[in-house]
């Protein structure tokens, strides 16, 4: 497995990494921990050592999920989770953001009882809270490595100048965002430059675009009736189609590498710099696999022009979330 270091002088981890979510909440129908349980395992036996959850997840079905699958495997593990997003469990919809600093040790606590751990090695503030100074968050999140329960920290979707002002109050290892062939804001809202200036690592969740760029979605029916991308702007009517032509430009290019779509997405994710370790979800073994092989594919200086030329920064058609979640991002 390749490797790539987190931060300038961060922690080494698996070049890809596994993200979670999917196996527990959003994206619809039957959930399989048997199946889910099975993919973890693959990704530990084909070294990836990045495996990223957070509490909102399920809510709190996925911790507890992982913390299964890691049972006996700790040590092959870099384990990382996310507190801050709180939901009501009267309504799914409605979400709050919390950074208050006992809510962040009370948070870390019920983290590490799910995972049945006792250390989290990678902790992440899910969403910067704008009602509390990313001082005082940050403050309690480094009490928490004072105490052993954590050993790095993370921010999520924050903005360049908060990233700044919660790295001088202790070392932020990684910042993860969105990042994609289609979601390309990190370029232009300084965030990028910012993380690369101040020894950030950068992991890009979501970067085969939620499936999309897999070219496997090909109709808005295709997702369950549960699964939140049917509300997503970017999966509906006009943007769908418009969408839909980008994809199929890429699986044009990856078919003449004789790559997958998501191969291909995933390699120009890996080609934009060593310090990004993006964390493609699934819950199949044959999509890990597929992704895997990502890291065998070599694009080269006119491959991606060419992306780029069918593919510009700011080619999707609508908005990554509702309005309501785009709110909390960038604080």
Known sequence: MQTRTLGRNGPRVSALGLGCMGMSAFYGGRNDDAASIAVIHAALDHGVTLIDTADMYGPHTNEVLVGKALAGRRDQAFLAT????KLDPNDPSVRGVDGRPEYVQAACEGSLQRLGVDHIDLYYQHRVDPNVPIEDTVGAMARLVEQGKVRFLGLSEAAAGT???AHAVHPITALQSEYSLWSRDPESDQVLDTVRELGIGFVPYSPLGRGFLTGAIRSPEDFEADDYRRHSPRFQGENFARNLQLVEKVRTLAQAKGVTPGQLALAWVLAQGEDLVPIPGTKRLAYLE????????????????QIDAIFP????????YPPAMMATLQR
């Open 82 to 85: 996310k507190f801050g997003i």
């Open 313 to 320: 920064a700011d080619a999707a058609a609508g908005s990554r």
């Open 163 to 165: 990233i700044r002002r």
């Open 290 to 305: 597929e992704n895997l092989g990502a890291l065998q594919v070599t694009l080269s200086a006119e491959d991606l022009a």
